[in-house]
């Protein structure tokens, strides 16, 4: 199977260096490497210099999480499996990538899958907390049937790390552009409802965390909501949102309780401030223009709907 892999990149620092080197050391041979640039401006690109690679520019006004990847897809659509990874994400093991070609090999009705994501080896205990509840150590087959199990985490995926099936790719619509976040939950979603299937390889590793402040995390939440409300379908097909994060409180306070107890007062601010933005979001609809940009994560989505 043909493989192409596609990174978007802006000003992605010193970072870069063990996330090519993470690719380079991979087995499976790729097909293009392709670099969606920016407007980077700390030498990001200057890491690739050497490296066989497609190279995409464009302005940073201009950058979509949905439009930008299908662009590239679009560009360069001549592989059989499209990978995604994010310039902060440091493949772990040199088969990373080719567990997930296997997983297609393996199972002719797998449209996507997407690896298990370990925190940062300097990161702290919240952000720790946060990928060992979302990526655990087991490996998953998801369809439609697991809905009544699963609800909303039935679609739950990240482009810091998968890859699709191109037939399943465009039979899908491909990545939807102008949604503020979230287009690999929408194409996960798209393609169960048209039948395929999608995998968790918990044995395809990234390492690949943030530690955000109280205030980011509330930035990133309202984003949450704002995508979830712009995207009733989900809950509708899959099922809400609340059952998970209450699972995701109890685990996180449990884990900080475990780990480090003097965390706590900041664990219970952050998941407050996380609440909070997250029902702002829903909201959204109700609150003035000059409101969402300042208290959003992806500022720049709300300067396009002016």
Known sequence: MKVNLYIPTLNGGSRMEEVVAGIMKQTQPLNRLVVVDSGSTDGTLGYFKGIPHDLITLDKKDFDHGGTRHLAVTTYPDADVFVFLTQDAILE??????????????????????????????????????????????????????RERLGIRTISCSNSFASYRSVAYFEAGGFPSDNILGEDVLIAGQMILKGWKMAYLADARVHHSHDYTIGEEFRRYFDIGVFHRDNPWIFEKFGKAGKEGFSYLKSELAYVARHNPLLLPKSF??????????????????LPHSVKGPISMHSAHWRKHL
């Open 93 to 146: 093991n040199a088969d990373a990538l080719e567990k997930m070609v296997s997983a297609f090999r393996s199972d002719s009705a797998l449209g996507m899958c997407y690896g298990r994501q370990l925190p940062h080896r300097d990161a702290k205990v919240l952000e720790s907390h946060s990928r060992i509840f979302n990526y655990p150590d087991k490996s998953q087959i998801r369809t439609f049937d697991d």
């Open 269 to 286: 601010t952050s998941l407050f401030a996380k609440w909070i933005g997250y029902r702002l979001g829903l909201s959204h609809p109700s």
